[in-house]
């Protein structure tokens, strides 16, 4: 468009308006050409013109206007005083015997400067924009359940009677209220972020203009706001709701319809943990489960009693069972690939009675890891060697497991044999806990609810054999022979799972076994009295079960594609039965 400059316009000199520019007054920040240099010297005598070269413009510094002598530049800096001085300033009885050093070793800041916006752009931001995306993330959590109990509450509302309906109603509008309530502390938080990313931006922005301006009075007023950033925000911690439907009866319908409450949700999202979910949250599945599951293939393994199992690689799965010897087994090939013999003997206190490494795990680089509950340590093998050994002293390993963060969850007792004989020790029940390893050192124990009572009872109907895994959501499930107990990050119950009615066809106690957790954050668990393996969600909702001819089944794996691997006990010959339940 006419009247508009172009970026291969001449940009032309300042004074005459028509000669290309060639020089620049770095005092005036105005460009020159050769001939009204003189011009522009005389126009402002007052000034002491810096005129360069075009192409070194800005390499001169320019020094703030002393405040006493109007006609002079500030140059030196009186540290006595914390002020720029002009050189009158410095010999004038005002300043005698003070620290006076030059201006320009403010310019030692811009090295600061740029050392903060490299901070802000590689740490700090990206730390706030993850907890924002944790927001966001709670935010969808608490619009997913509030939609499942909605339309819990509304398919159960028609089929009563027209009598209840102010009932359905009543607790519709507490639903909502709970919902618009706990997004409104989510949205305020979120806006609360948008406004401090804001004020970063802002911050970053006038730091890089202080970079390429040649200002030093910006210099000096420079102060560093790094510290108040690195604060990181906090993320609102929000309670979900939850909905207890109960049996319908006529004279009761307010009590026995069901009533709202709250669950807790509060994970714990560190600020690498945030930054992490920033930057791989991955996209939505588009899974979904099968009508049916299908068998795609077997594979008998050779032990009398297959215990456990853990996927290596799509094709490949290491083994145990009643045997010293951990054996990795190939899908496409009839013998297995390797063994992995241990050190695992018998239990002295019971003899006769062997118990092998029942409870094993294939760690994030590949490496196999087995838990020895008679010598008390959990083991770390890489190429057949030994790379790293925990020992627990006086608690026996039950099971392990490692997480998405690199690290082992290993749930253990106290207990002084291998096999369940009795809930004591010492005269008093003994005690189970989940204790997680961060480099083989240990970071956290979860053994309590928020009442100081035991998170993992011990019962004299729970199993002595429990397995656990981490969620997607890192929830931490655990099997204990009766339930499956699932706690969150930190620690804290969620929900227990104790089967579901009505129950399989085998109509049997609710038998959980092996336990693991798929790309959806289904949680699967093998009952081993009702021959099937139960799928419920990440809130503990039943979804199906998986009943394909298993006779015993026990450990459970899945590989990268989602194919349920099941330990089974068939006619005391152990094999995998290889799954698929997500189409």
Request: glycine share 4%; hydrophobic share 35%; with cysteine.
């Given at each position: 468009m006419e009247g508009q400059p172009r970026a291969q316009d001449v940009m032309c000199c300042a004074v005459c308006n028509t000669a290309a520019v060639q020089m620049h007054c770095d005092t005036c920040l105005v460009n020159l050409c050769t001939t009204c240099v003189g011009k522009h010297m005389i126009s402002d005598e007052s000034n002491l013109h810096q005129v360069v070269k075009f192409q070194s413009r800005k390499s001169v510094p320019l020094y703030p206007k002393c405040t006493i002598h109007t006609k002079e530049r500030c140059e030196m800096y009186c540290k006595h005083c914390d002020l720029p001085i002009c050189s009158a300033c410095v010999v004038s009885e005002k300043h005698t015997s003070h620290k006076i050093s030059q201006l320009r070793e403010l310019y030692s800041k811009r090295k600061e400067i740029q050392q903060d916006v490299g901070k802000i752009k590689a740490d700090i931001l990206p730390t706030y924009n993850g907890i924002m995306a944790v927001i966001h993330m709670k935010m969808d959590r608490l619009e997913l359940k509030c939609k499942e109990i909605s339309e819990s509450i509304a398919k159960l509302g028609e089929d009563w009677h027209k009598k209840i309906d102010r009932v359905v109603n009543k607790l519709q509008t507490e639903l909502t209220e709970m919902k618009k309530a706990h997004m409104?502390?989510?949205?305020?938080?979120?806006?609360?972020?948008?406004?401090?990313?804001?004020?970063?931006?802002?911050?970053?922005?006038?730091?890089?203009?202080?970079?390429?301006?040649?200002?030093?009075?910006?210099?000096?007023?420079?102060?560093?706001?790094?510290?108040?950033?690195?604060?990181?925000?906090?993320?609102?911690?929000?309670?979900?709701?939850?909905?207890?439907?109960?049996?319908?009866?006529?004279?009761?319908?307010?009590?026995?319809?069901?009533?709202?409450s709250l669950i807790n949700d509060d994970h714990v999202y560190n600020s690498k943990m945030a930054k992490k979910i920033a930057e791989s949250a991955p996209a939505p599945s588009a899974k979904t489960l099968l009508d049916k599951p299908e068998t795609i293939t077997t594979k008998y393994v050779g032990y009398t009693y297959l215990?456990?199992?853990?996927?290596?690689?799509?094709?490949?799965?290491?083994?145990?069972?009643?045997?010293?010897?951990?054996?990795?087994?190939?899908?496409?090939?009839?013998?297995?690939?390797?063994?992995?013999?241990?050190?695992?003997?018998?239990?002295?206190?019971?003899?006769?009675?062997?118990?092998?490494?029942?409870?094993?795990?294939?760690?994030?680089?590949?490496?196999?890891?087995?838990?020895?509950?008679?010598?008390?340590?959990?083991?770390?093998?890489?190429?057949?060697?030994?790379?790293h050994t925990i020992e627990l002293h006086n608690w026996r390993p039950q099971g392990v497991c490692p997480t998405s963060a690199g690290d082992l969850l290993v749930i253990m007792d106290n207990r002084r044999t291998s096999v369940f004989l009795a809930t004591m020790r010492d005269g008093k029940p003994f005690q189970t806990k989940v204790v997680r390893f961060s480099d083989f050192v240990e970071k956290q124990t979860i053994q309590l609810d928020e009442e100081g009572k035991p998170l993992y009872p011990n019962t004299?109907?729970?199993?002595?054999?429990?397995?656990?895994?981490?969620?997607?959501?890192?929830?931490?499930?655990?099997?204990?022979?009766?339930?499956?107990?699932?706690?969150?990050?930190?620690?804290?119950?969620?929900?227990?799972?104790?089967?579901?009615?009505?129950?399989?066809?085998?109509?049997?106690?609710?038998?959980?076994r092996g336990i693991i957790t798929d790309s959806l954050s289904h949680i699967l668990t093998a009952d081993e009295m009702n021959k099937c393996v139960h799928i419920i969600d990440q809130y503990g909702q039943f979804l199906r079960y998986i009943d394909c001819g298993m006779v015993k089944p026990m450990g459970l794996s899945i590989d990268e594609d989602d194919h349920l691997f099941v330990a089974d006990n068939k006619k005391k010959s152990g094999q995998i039965i290889k799954l698929r339940y997500l189409k």
């Open positions: 409104e502390a989510l949205k305020h938080n979120n806006d609360e972020i948008e406004r401090d990313i804001s004020n970063i931006n802002f911050h970053l922005n006038l730091l890089e203009k202080i970079l390429e301006s040649n200002d030093s009075s910006l210099l000096f007023q420079y102060n560093s706001k790094v510290p108040t950033f690195k604060k990181s925000p906090h993320s609102v911690n929000i309670s979900l709701p939850s909905f207890a439907p109960k049996e319908i009866q006529q004279d009761q319908i307010q009590e026995l319809f069901g009533t709202l215990q456990n199992i853990a996927c290596l690689k799509n094709t490949r799965i290491w083994a145990s069972g009643d045997s010293r010897v951990i054996k990795l087994f190939s899908i496409g090939q009839e013998s297995h690939v390797k063994s992995c013999i241990t050190s695992i003997s018998f239990d002295t206190n019971i003899p006769g009675v062997f118990s092998g490494p029942l409870y094993i795990a294939v760690t994030r680089n590949g490496n196999l890891v087995y838990c020895d509950p008679h010598a008390k340590t959990v083991i770390e093998v890489k190429n057949e060697e030994v790379q004299s109907t729970c199993s002595y054999r429990r397995y656990i895994t981490e969620n997607r959501n890192l929830d931490i499930c655990v099997t204990d022979g009766e339930a499956v107990i699932v706690v969150n990050q930190a620690g804290k119950l969620r929900f227990r799972y104790t089967g579901h009615y009505p129950p399989p066809k085998w109509n049997q106690n609710f038998t959980p």
